[in-house]
């Protein structure tokens, strides 16, 4: 079974950098697509980016754009989230998420079937 682990959250200012990782266990993973969302307790899972297998093409949320990067290593089997410039609304739990099927990275949480269990992010202001 294949299993994706989050890691690299906590609490940070306003204004830091993170970055997020999200170790895939499978040597391969068939489709390949990745995508991370976030979710903050009351409300819907939020899209913030997404990758194809190859790493050729990302797409990111308007709220996120210019500040969060995603990236892959797929010889490391390890999906990245770079973060900069955080801000306080930027608080949630972070999810990476799979496609076992696809390797296009489309922005909506139905596309994959495979989901870490979260890293908190906390920004203080």
């Known amino acids: 079974q294949v299993q994706l682990v989050e890691s690299g959250g906590g609490l940070v200012q306003a204004g830091d950098s993170l970055r997020l990782s999200c170790a895939v266990s499978a040597r391969t993973l068939s489709g390949g697509a990745m995508a991370w969302f976030r979710q903050v307790p009351g409300k819907e899972r939020e899209f913030v980016a997404s990758i194809t297998r190859s790493g050729g093409s990302t797409i990111y949320a308007d709220s996120v754009k210019g500040r969060f990067t995603t990236s892959r290593d797929n010889a490391k089997n390890t999906l990245y989230l770079q973060i900069s410039r955080l801000k306080p609304e930027d608080t949630a739990v972070y999810y990476c998420?799979?496609?076992?099927?696809?390797?296009?990275?489309?922005?909506?949480?139905?596309?994959?079937?495979?989901w870490g269990q979260g890293t908190q992010v906390t920004v203080s202001s």
């Open positions: 998420a799979a496609s076992s099927t696809s390797s296009a990275n489309v922005p909506k949480s139905t596309w994959y079937d495979l």
